[in-house]
């Protein structure tokens, strides 16, 4: 029986193999089903032998969770992962402390978690990981592992509203890296890389942005170097910190070197989109929309229209294929592109735009509740404002009242990210109000903006 177990073993080996290499090809439909069978496998021999191969079909699990987020299908990914995590805390003979894989699980359990909106679990989740790695990190090489997962920690504090402990935590990331750099590791270049442009990101959040300008750079200048060597396997890379300079450029009024900066990024998707459209496609997406984010601001509002336009065609196509991973792209633009049609006084338009938004925001929201007030909201308040120009108060009144409620929701758990856009909400609650002569309403609205921005 053992050449069966064998057997069996090497061909779970080659399907997780495969559905990687297709995994990274963009090829996420036909990555999966390797992946499943792999699965398959790895259960029917942990059932004959669990000690032996109870933690291959946790990596196998964990690897499922990750083929699964990429198609869209979120709480099958977090089943997935929950499973494998409830594997790797499994007691193992001869095992010293928390198992580093555990800490693996952990961090993908976090992503899994702050994808479906829970925010406080994930947390936890990804602070779990980071003490396990602590453990660990005695040895040197778990400490890559732990600049890592600190750098996940980082984003769960910022997405909580914790701005200052999310600095704190890619600072020292960025520490740790550094230290590293003297091994001439090319992954710990690359890690350092996208930690540094974490850094300016935390950076920009609390506006420190002529701060964040020199991680930013030295983010830039890595991946300029990796790309010389090896330029098919890193330059797509470039495009992710060349999108955050544009961002900064852009906050720090320089809006000439900003666009500098996108259309390199963009024309480096476009590139990588037509030698590899899996990767490539969604990459640009997001590329043109921050493209035609940077052409309005210099008063260019056709061009980024046309920009905006292209990254709708873009995240439609790709929504064809997996609409659980793309549609909320469709949305993401399709908001953008009513500011710039209202810009362009065509509030008619603005609005057609504005409601496929808010329509594909709550059919996502019916399945994942928890996870989308923080875009439809902001939808919202900018789609009563194109109601109220319309001559349409009553259901601009509407619209305002719906932001108003999530953002309760969001502010009661995080104030500082969300208490302010509460506060402009019931501002633009009481104008509404006042047009209609409710006057006593008004006057409460502004009252209670007026005491959100006190506590603050």
């Not at 009024?253 to 990024?265: C, V």
């Not at 439609?316 to 009513?338: C, D, H, V």
């Not at 938004?357 to 928890?370: K, T």
């Not at 302010?420 to 209670?448: F, G, K, V």
Request: charged share 30%.
């Amino acid at each position: 029986m053992r050449w069966v177990q064998s057997l069996k073993l090497r061909r779970a080996v080659s399907l997780l193999k495969q559905s990687k290499r297709l995994a990274d090809l963009g090829r996420d439909e036909e990555a999966l089903p390797a992946n499943e069978e792999a699965v398959t496998i790895y259960r029917e021999l942990a059932a004959a032998d669990p000690g032996t191969f109870r933690r291959g079909l946790a990596i196998s699990l964990e690897r499922l969770s990750l083929r699964l987020a990429g198609l869209g299908r979120r709480e099958e990914a977090l089943a997935a992962v929950k499973e494998a995590v409830t594997i790797y805390r499994e007691p193992r003979p001869g095992r010293r402390g928390r198992y580093p894989y555990l800490a693996a699980g952990l961090t993908n359990l976090s992503l899994r978690l702050a994808g479906l909106g829970r925010r406080e679990e994930a947390l936890a989740a990804v602070k779990e990981a980071v003490t396990i790695y602590r453990e660990a990190a005695v040895d040197s090489v778990f400490r890559p592992d732990l600049a890592r997962s600190l750098d996940s920690l980082s984003l769960r504090l910022a997405g909580a509203g914790r701005e200052e402990e999310a600095l704190a935590a890619i600072e020292e990331a960025v520490t740790i890296f550094r230290q590293l750099l003297a091994g001439g590791d090319e992954e710990v270049r690359h890690d350092f890389a996208d930690a540094l442009n974490t850094l300016a990101l935390r950076l920009v959040e609390l506006r420190r942005e002529h701060h964040a300008l020199t991680p930013i750079d030295k983010s830039v200048s890595i991946y300029r170097e990796l790309t010389a060597v090896r330029p098919s396997a890193i330059n797509r890379y470039l495009a992710t910190p060349l999108n955050t300079k544009s961002i900064i450029l852009l906050r720090l009024g320089r809006q000439d070197e900003a666009l500098t900066a996108i259309e390199e990024a963009v024309s480096i998707d476009r590139e990588l989109a037509a030698v590899n459209p899996g990767v490539g496609r969604p990459t640009l997406a997001l590329s043109l929309t921050r493209l035609s984010e940077c052409l309005a601001d210099l008063g260019r509002a056709e061009e980024a229209l046309t920009a905006i336009d292209e990254a709708v065609m873009v995240y439609r196509e790709l929504a064809s294929a997996s609409p659980g991973a793309f549609r909320l792209g469709i949305a993401w633009s399709l908001a953008r592109k009513m500011t710039f049609l209202v810009d362009l006084g065509r509030s008619e338009d603005a609005l057609v735009a504005s409601d496929e938004a808010v329509g594909i925001y709550r059919e996502l929201a019916a399945a994942n509740p928890g996870g989308l007030g923080p875009g439809l909201a902001p939808l919202l308040y900018r789609q009563s404002d194109c109601l109220a120009e319309l001559g349409r108060p009553q259901e601009a009144l509407a619209a305002t009242e719906e932001a108003i409620t999530i953002y309760r929701e969001l502010a009661a758990a995080s104030p500082g990210p969300f208490g302010p856009d509460l506060a402009d909400s019931l501002d633009n609650l009481a104008a509404l109000l006042s047009a209609l002569e409710r006057d006593a309403e008004a006057e409460a609205a502004r009252a209670e903006a007026a005491q959100i921005r006190e506590r603050l």
